[in-house]
């Protein structure tokens, strides 16, 4: 293999990569990049076995030929090498750089032994905007559950439908549901329940004005634009009824400034229990008032005014799962709905311009 590159080309390339190189790993060959130097450019791949990127950069090929080589030595190196064109050779099992007067020479591992990536064909796949499929990993992932106990929650919820593309994602405590209208394709209905560890990828690797080209082959996802492609295992079994935990009798309901409230909770929540993080909301007319107590700590209490004119109740949230929907809402005020204290309550936005888009975030008991 040998072939010459720009300093930035390789940089970039091993950059998109690395990112999906394991930290650490009892397999050496998932700690490499595999290089194949072909007729039309240099493919780079590197995957942690479930989720695996490849990209093509463009290089003046003389010499085909694949090896794998130590990933986040060779993009430290990248970082550092003078701006000038940089010749890749490989000798045996070993690579060689050489860039304006520096040398080296790295350890690499033979091709055979990285692992085949999965075989996706993308002709009989769809296409969606990246625009799209941005908005709704950004404003549901955060949302995925990060306990092991139930694995299904682990994973984001991406159900495509004829004209219409959602995604949903929960820990059972809070919930993220968001949906996009899309052109009509007659494409089969899917469900797919992805790792966010390969959307974070999507959402890092792919720009909102690219054309994604998504297909599945068996439990694997594949989503391609341009030189860039991302491959994840799916995570298998049947996602929850989300559905039915979302209420639709909620008939108490508050409008909110969203900075104001988001300011007021994270004040409260400093003198909020390390354990439960409970804040009290007393919701009246036209007020909302915020009360902790922390028998060990102390107490606050806040208010601000609200839209208000339902009948007064108080209802207990964990305050980090109210921060954090509050964090992705995508407008300037935010619509709370109750029915009682020991229900789960939504939170959507205000705006004429909105998705469709609620969370949802399930109440603490009071404890008097």
Not at 55 to 80: F, H, M, N, Y
Not at 120 to 132: H, I, M, P, Q
Not at 335 to 348: D, G, H, I, N, Q
């Amino acid at each position: 293999m040998n072939f010459t590159i720009t300093r930035q080309n390789l940089h970039t390339g091993l950059a998109a990569v690395s990112a999906s190189i394991p930290s650490k790993t009892t397999l050496p060959v998932l700690s490499n990049i595999l290089f194949e130097a072909k007729e039309d450019g240099v493919w780079m791949s590197g995957t942690d076995l479930d989720v695996a990127v490849r990209v093509k950069v463009l290089a003046d090929v003389k010499e085909g030929g694949s090896l794998t080589a130590p990933g986040k030595k060779l993009q430290e190196i990248a970082r550092e090498l003078p701006d000038e064109p940089v010749e890749v050779a490989t000798r045996g099992d070993q690579i060689e750089l050489s860039c304006g007067r520096s040398r080296f020479k790295l350890n690499g591992l033979p091709a055979d032994e990285f692992p085949t990536l999965a075989e996706v064909d993308f002709e009989s796949g769809l296409s969606v905007s990246g625009k799209d499929l941005q908005s709704l990993i950004h404003h549901t992932s955060f949302a995925v559950s990060t306990e092991e106990s139930r694995p299904i929650l682990n994973g984001v919820l991406w159900e495509l439908r004829d004209g219409e593309m959602k995604m949903v994602a929960t820990n059972g405590h809070r919930l993220a549901r968001m949906g996009v209208k899309v052109e009509s394709t007659g494409t089969p209905s899917a469900d797919f329940i992805v790792p966010p560890a390969a959307l974070g990828q999507v959402q890092r690797l792919f720009k909102d004005d690219d054309q994604i080209q998504v297909a599945r082959s068996d439990n694997h996802l594949g989503f391609r634009a341009s030189a860039t492609e991302v491959y994840t295992r799916l995570i298998e079994g049947s996602y929850p009824n989300y559905d039915q935990v979302i209420p639709r009798d909620n008939d108490k309901v508050a409008t909110i400034e969203k900075k104001s409230l988001e300011s007021a909770v994270r004040r409260m929540a400093v003198v909020a229990s390390d354990q439960t993080h409970r804040i009290r909301l007393k919701f009246e007319q036209n007020r909302v008032h915020l009360n902790v107590l922390t028998p060990d700590l102390g107490e606050g209490h806040d208010e601000l005014e609200i839209g208000y004119d339902g009948e007064e109740l108080e209802i207990g949230f964990n305050a980090n799962y109210l921060l954090e929907v509050l964090r992705y809402m995508p407008s300037d005020e935010v619509k709370v709905a109750f029915k009682a204290p020991e229900r789960a309550a939504t939170l959507e936005p205000v705006g004429d311009d909105v998705d469709d888009y609620l969370c949802l975030v399930m109440p603490l008991r009071l404890l008097d």
